[in-house]
């Protein structure tokens, strides 16, 4: 069984930076797809980045590309979110979720078939 530990959130000022950290236990292949997902209050879950486990491919949304990188240390199965010019509307907590690498939208929430519990994550202007 796959679990998944958020671990890194914080109350930041905008312009900061932050990285997320998330330790993967129980993948039992490399084909997965490890990725960040983001949910605000009272708006809908929302797709940040994906890395596949091999790490050669990568997507972000278009809200954060430029500002946000997302990577992965196999020898520690963690994935990392490292966040750079924070904006208030960065504001949310934040999720780590893998899926089996297969043709399908990395952004699609529904193919995600394990949740981390979630960190807060909150940028003051």
């Known amino acids: 069984q796959v679990q998944l530990v958020e671990s890194g959130g914080g109350l930041v000022q905008a312009g900061d930076s932050l990285r997320l950290s998330c330790a993967a236990s129980?993948?039992?292949?490399?084909?997965?797809?490890v990725g960040w997902f983001r949910q605000a209050p009272g708006k809908e879950r929302e797709f940040v980045a994906a890395i596949t486990w091999s790490g050669y491919s990568t997507r972000y949304a278009d809200s954060v590309k430029g500002r946000f990188t997302i990577s992965r240390d196999n020898t520690k199965n963690t994935v990392f979110l490292q966040m750079t010019s924070l904006k208030p509307e960065d504001t949310a907590v934040y999720y780590c979720?893998?899926?089996?690498?297969?043709?399908?939208?990395?952004?699609?929430?529904?193919?995600?078939?394990?949740w981390g519990q979630g960190t807060q994550v909150t940028v003051s202007s």
């Open positions: 979720a893998c899926r089996p690498n297969f043709d399908g939208s990395w952004s699609a929430s529904w193919y995600y078939t394990s």
């Open positions: 129980g993948l039992a292949s490399s084909t997965y797809v």
